[in-house]
Structure formats: C-alpha cells, structure tokens
C-alpha cells in the first residue's frame, strides 16, 4: 500500500507507479505532494469526485498526468494512469509548490535534519 512507504528515503521515481493501491484518496494525495516537491512541478486537478481523482501539469500542454479511481465501492484507490513525462520546459516548471502544506514540508525536511544531527 501507498502508506507503508518512507516517503523521505524512497527514490522520487518510484513512488508513484500505474495499478498502485492507495487507502485512501486523501493518502494518494499525500504521496502525490511528496512526489511533485521531489520533482519540483505543480500539479492541477482537471477532475476530482468520490470515484474519480485526475491530476495534470500546472504547465499547459505538457504530458504529466495522473488518473486514480476508486475500487469497489470501498475507500481504496488504484492508480489507473500515470504518465511520468513532462513536456514542458524544465525553466517555466513552477516551484513554488502551492501543494505543499506545513504537513507535508514538515515530513520532507524533518527527517533530514534529524540525519545531519545525527
């Protein structure tokens, strides 16, 4: 499951891949904010209900795309499309991270001070 995964330490090309399961959409979500601040892009929701989650690029035009349904009538999410390709210039990549909440940039950054004390 997506949970399970040390988000810090986990190759930033690995974390997301197509027929992965996630609990939650909420935890999807989560490990997609760890994933685009790795990867410094922002992302958009083009369609967003109780079934159904599609994200792409901020950038218009540009391939990076992800699709998640709901399974079964339960909680569970399986990526169902993930296309890792930007086609955007790397320079107009936006890196601001408007997705990255106090949460989140405490789970990235924490554990890595924690290291250099260490």
Partial sequence: MGGSRNLVEDEPTSMIYKGQFFPTKKDLKRLVDHFTMWQNFEWKVK???KTTLHLICLMENCMWKLRAVRRDEGTYFQVR???NEHTCPL???HC???QASAIIIREVIAPRL???DG
């Fill in 47 to 49: 369609r967003s209900n």
């Fill in 81 to 83: 499309s993930f296309i």
């Fill in 91 to 93: 320079e107009e990549i």
């Fill in 96 to 98: 601001r991270h408007r």
């Fill in 114 to 116: 924690q290291q250099q």
